[in-house]
């Protein structure tokens, strides 16, 4: 049994449909049961969330049998009528009244069902009225169809019929009970990426698990989107498809960054550890003169430049910063700031998910990069000797005040601003 499970999972695979071992165990049975000479019709309930692929294992079930596939979408009061008749488009066009009229979706199935197998979809059940599970409940037992005086029946080939529900109301018992019931469930993420032919560490990944209702048809949707707008990375495209503020990152680019470093897969070109300093001119003298007169109990460093026209200030460690903001504004621009801080961490942040590592090192002096998340901000991060630094920018979000609220303080108005934001710090 094992074997033909293992092919039945290799022939929805070929055919695009990843499935496990217990759906592919649940489609060799329900193969079979069409191929034995009965009237009723062999019948799948699937269940689950939107955009778990209950549609798609339907026609990939059709593919992998070379069958004809028809398909209806029920919508919100569809009514037996419509299972039974259907609007010929063309002949309301010529007014001709006599073809104004065709065979609904189940004729057609058991017409077909003359000449060749077929896979009937009906999808979204639970749209249509109550009263259509017990008007299918005959044509699933007895694989007929009655319409006022003519009664049809199903040919020597099968039906196979795939109902989808998304739970919007309660399917008849009666058909259930007809039915064999089949929970689909969501797709892991790496699944998802696999299906998708993409690397571990896509973004799309992380939006994937993020974003419950994004689906695996839209995911593809959108990555046609990129190869015509030939870019990796739109967030205007995904827009279409999902709500960006569901994933709680500043760009798409950033939180492609983040998957990159979790897989060890980012290399960096390692720049000088630059450290901050502050000018001190006549607009922001009196706060460092009262942090100098009261003894720089901080250790702040200062140093007068060769013209003796500039002095400066060196910042060097986080606690400077915080002490240097209590005595003046630090958001002025005279109190600018920008550079790497030493910044020491207790080993139990240093070891939690909000600090994520890239795996290499430089090997001339062992230089660590990182990435710590606080809130929706992330800020860079350093190792190196076995010192932490962190990089802050006062001209942009990742501020001393974000650091240790987690509040964005500066908002951009245009994706160009937010790309001039200091994006090349490492």
């Known amino acids: 049994m094992s074997d033909k499970i293992q092919e039945t999972q290799s022939r929805l695979k070929e055919v695009g449909y990843f499935a496990s071992m217990d759906l592919a165990k649940i489609v060799l049975l329900f193969e079979a049961a069409g191929k034995r000479d009965k009237k009723s019709i062999p019948t799948l309930l699937l269940q689950g969330k939107s955009g778990a692929g209950k549609t798609f294992l339907a026609e990939t079930f059709s593919k992998m049998i070379g069958a004809d596939e028809k398909f209806v979408q029920c919508f919100p009061r569809m009514g037996t009528e419509n299972f039974q008749y259907d609007v010929n488009i063309e002949g309301i066009m010529k007014q001709d009244a006599e073809r104004s009229i065709k065979a609904g979706i189940l004729l057609q199935a058991l017409q077909q069902s003359q000449k060749s197998p077929v896979v009937l979809v009906i999808d979204e059940l639970d749209k249509a009225r109550p009263e259509v599970d017990s008007f299918l409940l005959d044509f699933l037992e007895n694989g007929r169809l009655t319409t006022g005086t003519d009664t049809y029946e199903k040919g020597k080939f099968p039906i196979y019929t795939f109902i989808t529900s998304n739970d919007k109301r309660e399917i008849d018992e009666a058909l259930i009970n007809r039915c064999k019931k089949v929970e689909v469930p969501r797709p892991s ?33 959108y990555l046609e989107d990129l190869e015509v707008l030939e ?26 960054r983040v998957a990159e470093i979790k897989s060890n897969d980012l290399e960096f070109e390692l720049p000088d550890l630059e450290r901050c300093y502050i000018t001190i001119n006549s607009e922001n003298c009196q706060g460092w003169l009262k942090i100098f007169q009261e003894g720089n109990k901080a250790g702040f460093r200062a140093n007068i430049s060769n013209d003796k026209q500039k002095f400066y200030v060196y910042i060097d460690t986080i606690e400077q910063l915080r002490t240097a903001n209590k005595y003046m504004d630090l958001s002025e621009d005279c109190n600018s700031y920008m550079g790497w801080f030493e910044y020491s961490l207790p080993d139990e942040e240093m070891q939690s998910n ?11 002096d062992g230089t660590r990069f990182g990435i710590k998340i606080v809130e929706n901000q992330m800020f860079r991060m350093a190792m190196n000797k076995g010192n932490m630094f962190i990089y802050l920018n006062s001209n942009s979000k990742s501020t001393l005040q974000s650091l240790l609220t987690g509040e964005v303080e500066q908002e951009y108005s245009t994706d160009e601003e937010y790309d001039d934001d200091d994006r090349d710090a490492y």
């Open 231 to 256: 870019t990796e990375i739109d967030e205007e495209a995904l827009a279409q498809y999902i709500d960006l503020d569901e994933l709680e990152v500043m760009s798409l680019a950033d939180l492609q």
């Open 189 to 221: 993420k790496n699944l998802f990426l696999e299906i998708l032919g993409l690397p571990e560490d896509h973004y799309l990944g992380y939006i994937y698990d993020k974003c419950p209702n994004f689906s695996i048809r839209q995911a593809r949707q």
């Open 354 to 364: 909000d600090i994520i590592w890239a795996g290499n090192k430089d090997k001339k």
